[in-house]
């Protein structure tokens, strides 16, 4: 799904809290090399958009604290230690972590995530939650609010958190942090790093433990600056028994560290949440797809229109990199821009830089998230210095105006500029999948190429999904109005005839 931050809704107003690039803001990062004005800074004004990975990111040690061995996934059994029992008495130290983590404070905040939530000592020099109530257990209780450190307006007044961020029979929600502490709610998961999925986490934090992918746990820290202690990184494709439920995360094909959630719960019932993804064949290969039928999906259905057809990612790319190296050929003194929101379409871009062996200059906010990632063929390619021919610049930015602006900005270095935005919304169904119908938009030296590089299923990517799947329920986490939800469930009772 997506509001302002995903691409999956047409632009919208940045949310105060975001910068121009749909980052969090920051504090100000060092300025880059050679490419600070004041133009830049009134150019990075703008922007709408988000994205996508085929390729998962390199495998990483399990960085949970010990005693919480993840195993890989390999068929065998991947059952472990509950992580409440692991993170409780003893903690032991974590990868990176802080110096304090068996301070009294912390000690007491693992306590207070197990089965019984002991009695808080008083509120101390960081206390990551000085709320005026200590005691008391953690589940089924409200809290006073309004302490010290829920000055926050979303936890002054939070709305209710609606049925569908909830996972039943489980104290679980998902991407529900907009509502303050959520009565009953033990454990919050988070799909991924986009805003409209995040909102509502800050620093001040301190509800209970967030989970998520190790990527997007490193983007919560450094980003939102949300207190470590809540932040609970989970392997990919690795089962971990949190509360009595099976959790597994799932790579997502949507922005760096997206994942699927899958529950397990006790009793046998199985759900699974998409957050956001991209639908495909090989998602269905899983063998934890292919092992048990789905009682309960909840799924992204941003483009669930039989409209939206939109070609395989690696045709998009192809697309781009050839019609890159054919301005090029025209005119070597062309700048190639690719407009991006936030984390997302990174693999349109480094396929440029690969292609034509230039560097990819972004902003300074920009260049820390993706280095974030941890990704060595992308950091690789990053470089400071705006004299690249290859720019990262906010989607809502990529326009004639202010290309033509930027333009004359660097110098004379460029004559041209060739932009690409690559976002599901520009898909035309005149021009479906033929790439080689996209007609561009050209003004005088600048050019712009809408291409249908989505990181959201198509609908028959959806339907397939949810053939293969055959859930006894679907709820969609995404619906703006009741006439759209109940024409999807149309579609859904279509596909699962006969299930
Ligand atoms: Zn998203």
């Given at each position: 799904m997506a509001t302002a931050g ?146 926050a307006p979303a936890a002054m ?87 009595g439920v099976t959790v597994t ?251």
């Open positions: 995903g691409d999956a809704d047409p632009p919208q107003p940045f949310p105060a809290d975001l910068d121009d690039n749909g980052f969090p803001s920051l504090p100000s990062p060092p300025a880059a090399a050679g490419s600070t004005s004041v133009f830049a800074e009134d150019f990075y004004r703008s922007g709408t958009d988000w994205s996508s990975l085929r390729d998962p990111p390199p495998r990483r040690p399990p960085e949970g604290p010990p005693g919480v061995k993840a195993k890989e996934k390999e068929g065998a059994s991947l059952v472990q230690s509950s992580l409440f029992q692991a993170w409780g008495i003893e903690r032991p130290r974590r990868e990176g972590g802080a110096a304090g983590h068996s301070s009294p404070v912390q000690k007491s905040l693992f306590q207070a995530w197990g089965i019984e939530r002991p009695k808080r000592e008083g509120v101390g020099a960081g206390d990551p939650c000085p709320s005026p109530i200590r005691s008391g257990s953690w589940s089924g209780r409200k809290r006073q609010r309004g302490g010290p450190g829920e000055a007044n939070p709305r209710t958190c609606p049925f569908y961020k909830k996972i039943p029979g489980t104290p679980f929600t998902v991407d529900a942090f907009r509502y303050g502490e959520v009565e009953g709610c033990s454990a919050y998961f988070l799909s991924h790093f986009h805003h409209d999925h995040y909102g509502g986490l800050t620093k001040k934090w301190c509800h209970g433990p967030i989970f998520c992918s190790a990527l997007t746990a490193r983007l919560v820290k450094m980003c939102l600056s949300v207190n470590s202690d809540y932040i609970c990184p989970l392997e990919l494709d690795t089962e971990y028994v949190i509360e995360l799932l790579e997502a094909n949507h922005c760096p560290g997206a994942a699927l959630i899958h529950f397990r719960l006790s009793d046998g019932k199985t759900y699974l949440h998409t957050g956001d993804f991209r639908a495909s064949r090989s998602m269905q290969l899983h063998p934890l797809l292919q092992r048990g039928r789905v009682n309960l999906l909840y799924l992204d259905t941003t483009y669930c229109n039989p409209k939206y057809k939109f070609p395989p990612q690696e045709d998009v790319i192809d697309f781009v990199v050839r019609t890159a190296r054919r301005y090029l050929a025209k005119q070597p003194k062309t700048l190639i821009v690719v407009g991006a929101y936030s984390i997302g379409k990174e693999n349109v871009y480094l396929a440029i830089s690969q292609a034509l062996d230039v560097p990819i200059y972004t902003d300074a906010s920009r260049r820390r998230i993706l280095h974030s990632f941890d990704w060595p063929d992308l950091s690789k390619r990053i470089c400071s210095c705006n004299q690249s021919s290859l720019h990262v610049l906010p989607l809502g930015s990529v326009n004639h105006e202010n290309l033509k602006k930027y333009l004359e900005t660097l110098n004379q270095k460029f004559v041209a500029v060739l932009a690409f935005r690559p976002t599901g919304w520009t898909f035309s169904e005149a021009t479906g999948k033929q790439l080689d119908l996209i007609k561009p938009s050209s003004n005088g030296s600048v050019t712009i190429y809408g291409v249908p590089y989505s990181e959201h299923s198509s609908f028959t990517e959806l339907r397939d999904f949810v053939m293969f799947l055959r859930p006894q329920v679907i709820r969609s986490v995404n619906v703006g109005n009741v006439a759209s939800r109940d024409k999807m469930q149309a579609y859904f009772r279509e596909w699962l005839k006969g299930s």
